[in-house]
């Protein structure tokens, strides 16, 4: 369903949070003439989005099948670290790990989209529509002013739907993003590749 649920990929997707790498970072500033992405600035913002996820080692612990990748990749002499994760209170379950954060956490362990960013945002004022599709941005004077969308309610009734707003953030996910703005006609040679 492609994170089809209120915080998208981030409930349904893995737990392992770590900042882009620098050689990706190098790459992305030298052939998209991005210098900004090797700026201090920059990483201090990526720590301080890391820092607000609860992006830590200590909840790395490994279940059974991960440690039997583990080993074996031991065994074959392979690097291998650990890697980070958004969840806090994971490690608590007497050792043992489900193993299942990619299928959303039902002891709600997992620092998603819906535990931080939407909560955030709901707790300072904002109006949050579920089992809403954008079907467009609303473009004036080449600023985003809004959107126009279709909410389905408990019975299944559908409405249109029209916001306004000052700013826009897009942030639909790898599948609906790209699709939400070339139904919009945006056009850039990597858009939706």
């Not at 090797?38 to 612990?61: F, K, M, P």
Request: with cysteine; glycine share 10%; proline share 3%.
């Amino acid at each position: 369903f492609a994170g089809s649920c209120l915080g998208g990929g981030s409930v349904v997707n893995w737990a392992g949070a770590f900042a882009t790498p620098l050689y990706i970072l190098e790459e992305w500033a030298k052939e998209h003439d991005l210098p900004h992405l090797l700026s201090d600035d920059y990483q201090r913002s990526i720590g301080a989005i890391l820092e607000a996820n609860g992006v830590t080692y200590e909840e790395s612990h490994h279940n059974p099948q991960n440690q039997a990748l583990w080993d074996g990749s031991k065994h074959l002499n392979l690097d291998c670290s650990v890697i980070p994760r958004n969840t806090t209170g994971c490690a608590r379950n007497d050792g043992k790990h489900c193993g299942y954060c990619g299928f959303g956490c039902q002891d709600g362990c997992k620092n998603d989209t819906l535990k931080t960013w939407i909560r955030r945002a709901a707790d300072k004022g904002a109006k949050i529509l579920t089992d809403t599709e954008v079907q467009k941005i609303i473009i004036k004077k080449k600023r985003a002013k809004g959107l126009e969308a279709i909410y389905t309610d408990e019975n299944g009734r559908r409405f249109n739907v029209q916001i306004k707003a000052d700013q826009v953030v897009l942030a639909a996910g790898s599948i609906h993003t790209p699709a939400i703005l070339m139904r919009r006609g945006v056009k850039h040679p990597h858009l939706g590749k």
